[in-house]
């Protein structure tokens, strides 16, 4: 029997099946783009070309052969609308969040729409016209503000002019099926425009909460002038319903500007979270991300540095845990192609259970960037048997005055470490946290806002 042919109908059908739910989608995104009002006609029209160029990722497509989206498929999510009511467990989580950061700047969104109760009132959007020039707003805010600015407001409606057209959705990687996705579909979009010269003492946070069954498109735009620094925290947050994410968030760093960025994903346990960093560093300018993946049934992070500028410096540091049946994958490319310029990676993953984590780091040093610095380096620590761990640490080097180091580990707990600390007392199950804390602790104690770090050991306790 040839099992080639045989196979060929299932096949064929996969596919049927695969471009009539990514078609769906789409529909669902166009739909949700007429009712946010923002417009943007010629952008939402690249963008549905782009989707209708792509297919739904499957096995064999390279940058998805370790995650498996079958289960997606089963779920015909429809757009997500205004949240009318919040259930007591967002409300409590949401809260619980504000609480542990207690900034002055803070924008939040329920299934991707503007919550404006929800949200810090220390920022006015008149504050756009004032010196200091510091935009932390919702897109539709802006655009609002603009058809009706008068003379003495118009810088808000220049700063809309430009996000539309020099920023949005300008960044490379926006080709990408899910990142078109979420550009043909985006309901608002949240912007935080840092001028030059202006450093933000107090944390700035996003909270992206999400209620009911549907999938929302989140976006972000980040933007730092010459020398701006600051800090910002996004937070994924959702109650237990089966759901869809799609997120993009877009970061553009001038002439030594300093981002402080904090990324925790704790979403309820039947969400699907697919999401997109995209960082664009110029001369001197310093980036450095730490991303937390707590929640999700699958939460897939593409994180993509593009250095465009020399003596660029990068840090990315990410932590993982995962127990059930959950799957994180994190997907990164750090693109260094001028001189003189450096990227640290670290990325430690705990996996318990029948868990799946993947790693896939890219390094890729052009022939421009000599006198670079680069290392990178995945860490997993296996609890169960039945876990798995995927990892594929690459460099791709075609400099030749470089200092370049990758690796990847994958390992359980330790015999003589588990029998020193039961030596003194300590039961084997406290040991067990013991250890696997103090593993995830090193990244969590990148965070420098204290407060903020407390919360998440008491969290990486309760976890663990």
């Known amino acids: 029997m040839n099992t080639t042919c045989a196979n060929e109908p299932v096949v064929a059908t996969n596919v049927t099946k695969r471009a009539t739910y990514l078609k769906h989608l789409l529909t669902q995104a166009s739909v949700a783009a007429d009712e946010s009002g923002l417009g943007l006609k010629a952008l939402r029209a690249r963008a549905i070309a ?25 779920h015909p999510f429809q757009r997500a609308e205004r949240a009318t009511a919040v259930s007591a467990e967002v409300s409590a989580e949401i809260g619980s969040k504000l609480a542990r950061i207690n900034g002055q700047y803070r924008l939040t969104t329920l299934n991707g729409y503007f919550a404006e109760p929800l949200s810090t009132d220390s ?21 609002a503000t603009s058809k009706s600015a008068t003379d003495s407001s118009q810088p808000i409606s220049d700063i809309t002019a430009k996000i539309i057209h020099d920023k949005l959705a300008q960044i490379q990687g926006s080709g990408e099926v899910f990142t078109a996705l979420n550009t043909a579909g985006f309901s608002d979009v949240m912007v935080v425009w840092i001028p030059a010269n202006q450093v ?49 968030s877009e970061f553009w760093l001038a002439e030594s500007a300093h981002i402080t960025h904090i990324r925790l994903q704790d979403e309820g346990a ?32 593409h994180h993509e540095i593009y250095q465009t500028g020399p003596q660029t410096d990068t840090h990315l540091y990410g932590l993982s845990t995962l127990a059930a049946s959950q799957l994180a994958d994190t997907h990164s490319l750090i693109a260094l192609t001028h001189p003189h310029s450096s990227a640290t990676q670290v990325q430690k993953n705990i996996v318990d259970d029948r868990a799946h984590s993947v790693f896939n780091g890219k390094v890729y040093v052009a022939k421009t960037a ?3 610095n680069a290392a990178q380096l995945n860490r997993n620590l296996m609890l169960s048997k039945h876990a798995r761990i995927d990892t594929k640490p690459e460099l791709d080097i075609m400099a030749d005055n470089v200092k370049c180091a990758h690796g990847a580990t994958v390992s359980q707990l330790q015999a003589d470490e588990m029998f020193y600390l039961q030596s003194r007392g300590i039961s084997a199950a406290q040991a067990q946290r013991l250890l696997r804390y103090g593993f995830a602790m090193e990244i969590i104690e990148k965070i420098e806002l204290e407060s903020l770090r407390q919360a998440l050991s008491n969290r990486l306790n309760q976890s663990l």
């Open 370 to 372: 000599q006198m670079t």
């Open 123 to 143: 920022f006015s959007l008149e504050k756009g016209s004032s010196p200091t020039g510091v935009v932390i707003a919702p897109l539709s805010k802006l655009i």
């Open 270 to 301: 039947q969400t699907f979270h697919l999401a997109k960093t995209a960082v664009s560093q110029a001369t001197n300018s310093h980036y450095c991300c730490t991303s937390i993946d707590l929640g999700a049934q699958l939460a897939r992070h």
């Open 50 to 74: 782009l989707v209708n160029e792509r297919s739904f990722p499957h096995g064999k497509d390279e940058e998805w052969r370790f995650t498996d989206l079958s289960d997606l498929l089963t």
């Open 200 to 248: 933000i003492e107090t944390p700035i946070e996003i909270i992206r909460g999400a209620v009911g069954s549907s999938i929302s498109h989140l976006r972000t735009l980040v933007i730092a002038e010459p020398h701006a620094k600051f800090t910002l925290i996004e937070s994924f947050v959702g109650d237990e319903q089966i759901r869809c994410n799609t997120s993009v």
